[in-house]
């Protein structure tokens, strides 16, 4: 089970950090990746971390504005979000996908694969 958490309200321009516990599996073995979506929008890739080398994937939307981590020994991870625009605003879900193979962050963001997704927090940009 994973858990989101550390949405809210901000203003334009302003930071959010959110928070994905697990419970049940050890998230040593698993790309973590996180995505949103807005009303009337599709879902949105926006970004992974892998299990193995923690090497990191962003959407261009967020490219140098969001920072994606990940803590094993306390089974969490976290998106850190900064400058963030009323286009940021969405439910903002956590995902896990078993395996350490190159190309598995690029195939959750764009395919939207993983084996365990939270319920998603709420992220709302506005002034």
């Known amino acids: 089970q994973l858990v989101e958490s550390g949405g809210g309200l901000v203003q334009p321009g302003g930071s959010l950090t959110l928070s994905c516990a697990a419970s049940?599996?050890?998230?040593?073995?698993?790309?973590i990746a996180w995505f949103r979506q807005a009303p009337g929008k599709e879902r949105e890739g926006v970004s992974c971390?892998?299990?193995?080398?923690?090497?990191?994937t962003y959407a261009d939307s967020v490219k140098g504005r969001f920072t994606i981590s990940r803590d094993n020994v306390k089974n969490t991870a976290h998106l850190q979000m900064n400058m963030l625009s009323p286009e940021d605003t969405g439910v903002y879900y956590c995902?896990?996908?078993?395996?350490?193979?190159?190309?598995?962050?690029?195939?959750?963001?764009?395919?939207?694969?993983?084996?365990?997704r939270g319920q998603g927090t709420q992220v709302t940009v506005s002034s």
């Open positions: 049940g599996i050890s998230l040593d073995n698993y790309a």
């Open positions: 971390i892998s299990s193995r080398d923690l090497a990191t």
């Open positions: 995902a896990a996908d078993w395996g350490s193979y190159p190309g598995l962050c690029t195939v959750m963001l764009d395919k939207g694969r993983y084996n365990y």
